[in-house]
């Protein structure tokens, strides 16, 4: 994740729950695409 500039956060306070932030910089129109990847799902490509 790191890779493409991004992050996770996460808080956990017990007896309350989890949060999970994800973070993924913003791609311009036509820069990014979603790609199929067998056993692993979909992963973002880039020019």
Do not use: H, K
Not at 11 to 30: C, N
Not at 31 to 43: D, I, K, S, T, W
């Amino acid at each position: 994740m790191r890779s493409y500039g991004g992050e996770m956060e996460v808080e956990s306070v017990v007896g309350q729950g989890t949060t999970f932030r994800v973070l993924l910089p913003r791609a311009a129109a036509g820069q990014a695409r979603m790609v199929g990847v067998p056993g692993v799902g979909l992963e973002p490509t880039f020019p």
